[in-house]
Nanobody, 128 residues
Framework: QLQLVESGGGLVQPGDSLRLSCAPS????????IGWFRQAPGKEREGVSC????????NYAASVKGRFTISTDNAKNTVYLQMNNLKPEDTAVYYC?????????????????????WGQGTQVTVSS
């Protein structure tokens, strides 16, 4: 069981910022890498960003590079996704999950440690 709770989503205008939080339960961040995913209406779930537990290496999807930043607070056992300069195409439900690796974000769904433990996610809506 790899339980995680996402929070921080909301309704914002283009150009605004949001900070998403991911709180794992039942495990600590030194055992698994963490990935952020999103799923827009009518589209497949896609990888957004990840951070490696081993060395802190990060990766980003091309669509969010330069705007999003993933980070960890080990004392709080929490992973964050800072989203700046949000665009309407960022509208989606955002999920976090434990992963075995932090490699190519495009194939990150293949590295999810517990594929049956997706949470409810947090809704991000960017509308003008």
């Amino acid at each position: 069981q790899l339980q995680l709770v996402e929070s921080g989503g909301g309704l914002v205008q283009p150009g605004d910022s949001l900070r998403l939080s991911c709180a794992p339960s039942g495990f600590t961040l030194d055992y698994y890498s963490i990935g952020w995913f999103r799923q827009a209406p009518g589209k497949e779930r896609e990888g957004v960003s990840c951070i490696a537990s081993s060395d802190g290496r990060t990766n980003y999807a091309a669509s969010v590079k330069g705007r999003f930043t993933i980070s960890t607070d080990n004392a709080k056992n929490t992973v964050y996704l800072q989203m700046n300069n949000l665009k309407p195409e960022d509208t989606a439900v955002y999920y976090c999950a434990a992963t075995y690796y932090c490699r190519d974000v495009v194939s990150m769904l293949s590295y999810v440690a517990d594929y049956g433990s997706w949470g409810q996610g947090t809704q991000v809506t960017v509308s003008s």
